[in-house]
Structure formats: structure tokens, C-alpha cells
């Protein structure tokens, strides 16, 4: 892949999407989701092909700019020439999640409930008759709604046919879970929009501090 596919995205697209991205990696280092340079944030540009920004590898995420993003193509792997900086390892689940899902924004943080969940239920966290649901696109009861647990590996290709495995999509009857858990590292969340995948993060967030607290 050459810079080419960068050069299809004006430079203000771009600064747009890192500074909404800034703001956003901002809001999570408050809450102490994102300590010591971990987790990354990514919003796609363009779909055909796929192109995302996320946010640059190594850097304190409640000091980014509208620059510190990187773009990637669809397996994840930097695409303009002139940018030295490596995209995180991470990247190719976000181009995956972008792609098998058709979402615009997806969030990875490493907050601490999440992590604690993954290791108590590994099955996967089930929830039920809980107002909060609805903030995930389900139904508050009489329903059971299960966020997926996989285990943790370096490989973002192992990483992607683990989350081909508990993904399911929305159908007419059950949405789909938005959000999913890796064992000892942290957890994805992702939506049509920004605001919808941080109403995801917060929620999903929220219901896994419910079931440590509760259980």
C-alpha cells in the first residue's frame, strides 16, 4: 500500500477526525481508562477501500492533538509513506471491527472493571432486567444479553477470528452487543457514530462495574 490511499483524504479530514478523537481520548484518561499511554481510539475516513485514523502508539491520551493520529488500511497497516510512526499492534482489530460490522468509531480502553470481568466470567458477562441495557441498544427485561469474552493475543489476525466467533449481528429480532471484552487486557466498543460509541464504552463500562459490585 502506497500513500496514495492517504492522498484521497484531504489534510483538514484528517485533523478533523484527530481532534474529535483527541477530545474523546481526553474524556476516557479522566475516568482513568487510558493510563500510561494504553488503549487507542479510531474513526474511518472512507470505506472504499477502508481507510481509518487512530489514534498514534505511545503517546498520553489525555494530551493529544488534531496530528496524532495515523492513518491504516483495512489490514491495519499504516498507509502514507511520509508518517515514520508505526501504528499501534492493536490497529488491525480496529480495521476489522470497522469492517465486519460497518461501524464509523470504535473505542479500546484498558479500564480496570473490564479486565476483572474477563477473568471472573470468560464465557462471556450476562445481563438481564437492567435499566441500563437499553443504553446498548437492548431491551431492559425479559431478556438475557451476554457481552463476549476472548482471550487475549498478540496476533491481531487471532484476535480477529476470535471476534468472528462471538460476533453476531443485529437481526430483526436481537441487535447486536457493541462491545467485547479481551481477557487480561481491556475492552472494544463500537458504534454508527462517535456518540454512539462512547454511550457504548460508558454504558458497557457501567455494567461491568454492576456485576463485580453485585456478584
Known amino acids: 500500500m502506497t500513500t496514495l490511499l492517504a492522498e484521497r483524504i484531504s489534510d483538514a479530514k484528517v485533523r478533523e477526525g484527530g481532534r474529535i478523537l483527541a477530545a474523546e481520548a481526553a474524556r476516557f484518561s479522566g475516568y482513568g481508562w487510558m493510563r500510561g499511554t494504553s488503549g487507542n481510539l479510531s474513526i474511518v475516513l472512507d470505506r472504499e477501500p477502508l481507510l481509518l485514523a487512530v489514534t498514534a502508539s505511545g503517546l498520553d491520551k489525555s494530551e493529544l492533538t488534531e496530528r496524532d493520529v495515523v492513518l491504516i488500511d483495512a489490514d491495519g497497516q499504516a498507509v502514507d509513506v511520509n508518517d515514520p510512526r508505526p501504528p499501534s499492534a492493536e490497529a488491525g482489530l480496529h480495521a476489522h471491527i470497522a469492517a ?15 479486565v476483572i470481568a474477563g477473568d471472573r466470567w470468560p464465557d462471556g458477562v450476562e445481563f438481564r432486567d437492567l435499566e441500563m441495557l437499553k443504553g446498548i441498544g437492548h431491551p431492559a427485561h425479559d431478556a438475557t444479553v451476554s457481552i463476549p469474552v476472548i482471550p487475549n493475543h498478540q496476533d ?8 468472528d466467533e462471538v460476533y453476531q449481528r443485529a437481526t430483526t429480532q436481537t441487535p ?13 466498543a463500537w458504534g454508527k457514530d462517535i456518540p454512539s460509541a462512547r454511550r457504548h464504552l460508558e454504558i458497557a463500562e457501567w455494567l461491568l462495574r454492576y456485576a463485580i459490585a453485585s456478584r
Request: charged share 15%.
Open 156 to 163: 491481531m489476525r487471532v484476535e480477529a477470528a476470535r471476534f
Open 100 to 114: 465486519r460490522t460497518g461501524a464509523q468509531a470504535i473505542f479500546h480502553v484498558h479500564a480496570i472493571d473490564p
Open 176 to 188: 447486536e452487543v457493541p462491545v467485547l471484552i479481551i481477557a487480561g487486557h481491556g475492552m472494544y
